[in-house]
């Protein structure tokens, strides 16, 4: 049984990737396969893939999520929507000296005002006064992860966006799905490699650290998601003859995981709470194209459920002796899942 120690790592401070590569395509791959640990290019992906596989993105697109603002007292705020409830209606983290009561009017962005509702947990209820798209989009800014150090600027605006980003709702990019761009998806239709899409809003919570000790008493954080029937009938054919279905990202193999529990992929819409941990038998993902995570991060017991925990351990120490970039601005890996249903 694994406790939250046993997934921390020293990372020195220098390999966390601050900026994106000129290129989207030019990060280097850690192949970790069965056979040990090999030194890549991100475009050597065509040539680690066969005809019929198929690789799963997660479509979703980053919103400018985060706001400045000020209280009708004149008090600092800082508010992050977390996620989107309707046309008019948020949920949002909200930062400030004091918690703001129900009926509280924010100014957002000195542009327009939004009203306090009712809180739900950690998230406080906001009401807007026009489309919340439009509003979001016209005045927010692009969310960056805490350990990127500058502030979000026209370059992040298109790089911290996957190619084929479509469904707006995420609060941080699927960054998996960085590294591909036009030509390298069309060299991957071109040798017969099937792409299909599924929708995870990657809400803020996937930056939280776990804090408990047991990984029993981790609340897990939920995140909604959509699994459409022509992604359905593309794996399912897939796993029938025998191909690989390759989840680019965490959030593509938590919705298709959670969206396996039956024991075969299904289609719909859920929220999921799936805290993957060493032990998971997985259903519908055989292999995974992922970054390198954080220490004592869900997404690092994620890869070492289905990679091995010993194997993720020696990768990570080879990364860093490598000097690999980490993290959502930095290089990726390739995975084989050892532990299937």
């Known amino acids: 049984m694994y406790s939250l120690s046993d997934f921390d790592f020293a990372l020195p401070e220098e390999l966390i990737a601050q900026f994106p590569l000129q290129e989207r395509s030019a990060s280097r791959l850690l192949h970790v396969a069965p ?9 050597d992906i065509v040539d680690l893939l066969s005809p019929g596989d198929v690789l799963v993105f997660n479509d979703t697109r980053v919103l400018k ?16 929507v977390e996620r989107v409830l309707d046309a008019r209606t948020v949920h949002a983290q909200v930062r400030a000296s004091k918690s703001p009561p129900p009926g509280t009017k924010i100014r957002l962005a000195d542009a327009f005002d939004v009203t306090v509702g009712e809180r739900a947990g950690e998230f406080f209820t906001l009401h807007f006064p026009g489309d919340v798209f439009e509003l979001i989009d016209a005045h927010g800014r692009l969310p960056l992860p805490p350990y990127i150090e ?9 790089r911290y966006q996957t190619v084929y980003a479509k469904q707006p709702g995420a609060v941080a990019a699927p960054t998996a799905g960085l590294h591909f761009d036009e030509a390298l998806l069309a060299r991957l239709r071109e040798k017969g490699v099937l792409l299909a899409f599924i929708t995870l809003h990657v809400g803020a919570g996937t930056f939280q650290p776990v804090r408990t000790e047991n990984l029993a008493e981790h609340q897990m954080h939920s995140e909604w998601y959509t699994i459409p029937p022509e992604t359905v009938a593309t794996v399912r054919e897939a796993r029938a003859a025998g191909r690989d279905v390759i989840a680019v990202g965490t959030t593509s193999l938590r919705a298709l995981e959670s969206a396996s529990q039956s024991g075969q992929l299904e289609a719909g819409s859920a929220d999921t709470q799936l805290f993957i941990t060493p032990g998971y038998r997985f259903h519908t993902v055989t292999r995974l194209i992922t970054n390198f995570h954080l220490p004592k ?18 990768a990570y120490r080879h990364a860093i002796q490598a000097r690999y970039r980490f993290f959502s601005y930095g290089d990726a890996m390739l995975l084989t899942c050892t532990s299937h249903a």
């Open 150 to 158: 500058h502030a979000a600027d026209a370059q992040d605006e298109t």
């Open 35 to 43: 056979d040990g640990l090999h030194d890549r290019v991100f475009t």
């Open 297 to 314: 991060s869900t997404l690092l017991m994620l890869v070492s459920a289905l990679a091995g925990y010993d194997t993720m351990r020696a």
């Open 65 to 80: 999520a985060r706001f400045f603002g000020v209280k009708e007292t004149g008090g600092k705020i800082e508010a992050l």
